[in-house]
């Protein structure tokens, strides 16, 4: 009987490529620049509004489970050689510069809810999002999440489970929530090693 199940397997998951491959057609056929030979996973949604781009090339790498959304008007761009792990979520407007990587269960969500007014429920107030850019060479840590408007620098290291909100210099190490610097990777390469730590 296994030799059943494999083959139920196998048509099933090629059912779901080609699936996967005529969306991203159509996506494409819409404007944006997907590729159909970059490494996905089973099971990644892609969700692009109209007047979104989305930008993904050939060297990247996403394995399951992971979900890219932009809404109206946001840029999705993931440089070349990125590698998303499993589970991961790049909602916005989100630059990922060449090189970088991130763990499992990374969440990178630029979107906001307004919560002033206290007469109404926040799901009737709206939100906005504030584009997140995230440099080259960049390590992020399994189940970090990268919040609006944060901003992290080319090599630097986000630890698992930290949270971004603001800006990560370049070379950083950073860890915690909100992320800290705790040191950075050059700093045998500056003059005076007490300036590097913020
Ligand atoms: C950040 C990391 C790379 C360690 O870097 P490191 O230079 O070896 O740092 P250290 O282990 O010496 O820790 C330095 C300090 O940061 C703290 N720290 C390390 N990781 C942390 C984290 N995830 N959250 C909070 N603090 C952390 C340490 O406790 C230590 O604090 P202390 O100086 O008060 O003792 C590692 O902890 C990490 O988070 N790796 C991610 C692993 C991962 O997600 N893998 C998925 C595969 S892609």
Redesign the pocket.
């Known amino acids: 009987m296994r030799w059943f199940y494999k083959l139920i397997h196998r048509i099933v998951s090629k059912a779901a490529r080609e699936t996967f491959i005529a969306r991203l057609d159509a996506l494409n056929a819409a404007g944006h620049a997907i590729s159909t030979k970059a490494q996905w996973g089973p099971r990644v949604e892609i969700h692009a509004a109209d007047s979104s781009l989305v930008r993904i090339p050939d060297s990247a790498e996403i394995l399951h489970d992971c979900w890219l959304i932009a809404h109206p008007g946001d840029k999705l761009q993931l440089g070349e050689r990125v590698f998303v792990?499993q589970h991961c979520t790049i909602s916005g407007d989100v630059s990922i510069g060449d090189d970088t990587?991130?763990?499992?269960f990374v969440s990178i969500i630029d979107a906001n809810h307004n919560f002033e007014r206290t007469d109404i429920p926040i799901n009737k107030q709206g939100g906005e999002g504030i584009g997140i850019r995230i440099g080259e060479d960049v390590?992020?840590?399994?189940?970090?999440v990268i919040l609006a408007g944060a901003s992290i620098g080319d090599h630097a290291?986000?630890?698992?489970?930290?949270t971004v909100t603001g800006d990560i210099p370049a070379w950083a190490?950073a860890?915690?929530?909100p992320a800290r610097v705790?040191?950075y990777r050059n700093e045998e390469q500056r003059e005076d090693p007490q300036d590097n730590i913020q």
Do not use: Q, R
């Open positions: 792990s990587l991130m763990g499992g390590w992020i840590g399994a189940g970090a290291v986000i630890a698992a489970n930290s190490v860890a915690g929530s705790i040191k």
